[in-house]
């Protein structure tokens, strides 16, 4: 392997492991963290919520069906770097349009792979989340761990703002194939002065969202993450979504503020990841810092309105606190089965319910799509649903 192949990343407690570059020449810092997706690479590297972040994936293989523009879920390619044990040397899917490696190039990513990804997955198991740097440039050990230490790290961070779009949209594209939604037929046939109006505050939202709310028979628009109320409401919606989003929740004051404005004008309101966060700080709750947080396709959450367990997509590093709800006015309806943390909330007066987990998958299993028909009947009832459940 020549200097030129020699990539290097440094984590902030001083370790630092040498493998071979991947994608494009550089040095670039981030939070390190890990993923347990078998596959999905390409949404994973395009969700906005991986802001600021160095992917490691832990399935040892990643690459062997190469990229797609199909597969995006953003404009552009969003983790700060990203690290696997073993490029793909070979795709194979009719539907591939060039390799990951060279979509990584391309994209001027970051990469590295040939290191013990299993060590890492431990290390930061262990320890949690870290600060790192990936370079090809600067192969000093000393130097890439003291800039791992004085990069700038999530917390406190505002990366909503890198993320949500510069202005207000309508969003018509549902799912481009056969596959039909959970009883998104009839909806989707109304005509589209008769299909209930909602607003979509984008925080960093994955672009399979919007489709799910199309599908299910929505009017969709979607909304930069500062939009006032009276901007919104200048739509005339029947119902707010808040969507996914990077970074720690607890900088985003303004989206905060928005919520709970139309809280109070007692609008059905939804919201995913990031979103159940900032609707949990309107309703008076707190947010603190996961050790390692939740990222993969197999995290095993129970729905305690119904006793079934999902099998979810996860992305987060933030969680809300159970005990800083208060529990006259909101319940807990869903509850991570791995660290008992909270995933979904429910007022029990007021239409709102939120979930920490991607319904919407991309990549990841369905089990939680009734979620939207969740969302599609509290709208149209436009009460406090008794329970989170699909039809």
Known sequence: MTTKQIAKLALDDGTVFTGQRIGASGTVEGEVVFNTSMTGYQEILTDPSYRGQIVTMTYP?????????????????????????????????????????????????????????????????LGGAMKGIISTDILEARELVKMARESRGLVGMDLVQEVTCSKSSTWSQGFESKFSAQGGDAARKLPEERKPRIVAIDCGMKQNIPRNLVERGFHVTIVPARTTIEEIMSFEPQGIFVSNGPGDPEPITYTIETIKGLIAQELPVFGICLGLQLIGQALGGKTYKLKFGHRGGNQPVKNLDTGKVEITSQNHGFAVDIGSLDQSDVRVTHINLNDQTLEGIAHKKLPIFAVQYHPEASPGPHDASYLFDAFYAMVQNQKAPELICGK
């Open 61 to 125: 293989l990643i690459g062997n069906y190469g990229t797609s523009p199909e597969d995006t879920e953003s404009g552009a390619i969003q983790a700060a770097g990203f690290v696997i044990r073993e490029l793909a040397q070979q795709h194979s899917n009719f539907r591939a349009t060039k390799p990951l490696g060279q979509y990584l190039q391309e994209s001027g990513v970051v990469g590295i792979s040939h290191i013990d990804t299993r060590a890492l997955t431990r290390k930061i198991r």
